[in-house]
């Protein structure tokens, strides 16, 4: 078994099929060409904003202990050539340069998502930054420790996009966010985007929408000192780059590969490349199933690729699993706003064809009398004739969050808007409000639902 990417899908795949085959019965080879393994990417914000103190608390599973299994690790190693004619692989030493072929059985394709860094003037300068890997966050820190300026400038305002700018903030900087989408957050529809603005700008961040980065400006010293658009000019001392990620998939598109709309590879559901009996691929570089819309989409996530890696593991090591798609649960938070989706926007609903109602409503966090109920927004998308739920969004501040899990699996289980209203959820003051708000919201789509069909609501007590 051979694995290409040391990560959470390549890792969690090598570690499976280990549990389920003795070193004597499968020999394991994996290649990553960084200098950290199964590390957590997503920990990176709040590691540069000190919430984590120590770089290696982000570590899961360190090289020696992967070693320490029988899994052959070879780090600062780069696969440069796929041959699946000839089942082999050929791999690079990044600190010596010799190459070598290296055979498989099985091959593990879990190489990840590459940062979007677009091509103009000043973009490689330093003070410019990424943040996807652990040495990214470090040189990040680095830069912060030297720089004696404090405006601090963000481009792009997707999940990492706020969750950099929070950091900056709570690093003491001025920021600005620099955003090409009407509202933050493109995973929210723009009336629920405009929540984000609106509470982004109350911490004091400074939200430019609607604004295509040109070109960033170096001072004499060669270092980064502006971020320009078309209209203005933003002054810098440090740039975080937050653009958004694409599936890292030249190896397998020059191998001839199948790959999907998004860029990312395709494959069946225990995880195998279509069309090749001895090729799996997980993780950041593969396209899922979308259970609400029934098509093809890429989505970063660890979430999604430890998953993938248990169904790989699983089925090189003899036993069997599928992987059936997910809804497209995310969350995130800019200091105590938290930000949640699941299933469809209404752009991702037109898309697919469907007819929709969607509702909004306000409530809180806890019922209304108990201390510290902070409100919260909720949206939600049926579809029309069925009544099938299709989207949740929520907005708002401690125990908004974590609500959308409830929306998941009902996305997950097929449940219409009206079944929900009679899901037995816990109740307490202290944690909710008698009707919860996905509930409450889950009623005005039924009512909006009914109405729109000529059926009378049900009635509720």
């Not at 692989?89 to 059985?105: H, K």
């Not at 798609?325 to 995310?330: E, H, I, P, S």
């Not at 997950?412 to 944690?431: I, K, S």
Request: proline letters at 5%; hydrophobic letters at 40%; aromatic letters at 4%.
């Amino acid at each position: 078994m051979v694995v290409i990417g040391g990560d959470a899908a390549g890792m969690s795949a090598a570690s499976q099929a280990r549990r389920l085959k003795g070193p004597d019965e499968l020999e394991i080879v994996a290649f990553e060409r960084g200098r950290f393994t199964s590390f957590s990417a997503c920990g990176i914000p709040y590691w540069v904003a000190g919430d984590v103190t120590d770089r290696d608390e982000l570590i899961a599973r360190t090289p020696e202990e992967h070693r320490a299994r029988r899994i052959d690790l070879r780090m600062r190693t780069e696969v440069t050539e796929i041959d699946p004619d000839r089942g082999r692989v050929r791999a690079r030493d990044l600190d010596s340069g010799t190459e070598s072929w290296t055979s498989y059985d099985k091959l593990v394709i879990a190489t990840g998502a590459r940062p979007v860094r677009p091509e103009l003037p000043g973009v490689d300068a330093p003070g410019v930054h990424g943040v996807q890997t652990l040495e990214d966050g470090q040189a990040l820190l680095d830069t912060l420790e030297r720089t004696a300026g404090r405006r601090a400038v963000v481009v792009g305002a997707g999940y990492i996009g706020v969750e950099m700018a929070e950091a900056m903030i709570r690093r003491g900087y001025e920021v600005t966010v620099v955003n090409r989408g009407r509202e933050p957050m493109a995973t929210l529809d723009p009336d629920m985007g405009r929540l984000v603005h609106e509470a982004m700008e109350g911490l004091g961040i400074t939200m430019v929408n609607d604004a295509e980065v040109t070109g960033l400006l170096t001072g004499d010293d060669g270092r980064v000192r502006a971020v320009t658009t078309a209209d203005a000019e933003y002054p810098a001392d440090v740039v975080v780059l937050g653009i958004g990620v694409r599936p890292e998939t030249a190896l397998a598109r020059a191998a001839g590969l199948p790959l999907g709309e998004h860029g990312g590879l395709l494959t069946d559901r225990s995880m195998r490349v279509r069309g090749h009996e001895n090729i799996w691929a997980g993780g950041d570089c593969v396209e899922v199933l979308d259970l609400v819309s029934g098509q093809e989409r890429h989505i970063a996530l660890g979430t999604h690729a430890n998953k993938h890696g248990q169904v790989i593991g699983s089925n090189v090591g003899g036993d069997y699993a599928t992987f059936p798609g997910v809804v497209g649960t995310a969350v995130s938070k800019v200091c105590d706003l938290e930000i949640a989706r699941t299933g469809l926007r209404e752009k991702d609903a037109h898309r697919a064809g469907l007819r929709f109602e969607t509702v909004t409503i306000e409530s809180t966090s806890r019922a209304g009398y108990y201390p510290n109920a902070s409100p919260m927004t909720v949206k939600m998308l049926a579809e029309l004739r069925t009544g099938r739920l299709l989207g949740v969004q929520i907005v708002g501040r401690e125990g908004a969050g974590k609500r959308v899990d409830i929306a998941a699996v009902a996305l997950t289980a097929g449940m219409t808007v009206e079944r929900m209203t009679m899901l037995d959820l816990g109740y307490a003051p202290p944690f909710s409000p008698v009707w919860d708000p996905v509930l409450v919201a889950a009623r005005k789509a039924t009512a909006k639902i009914r109405a729109t069909a000529g059926r009378p609501s049900p009635r509720t007590s």
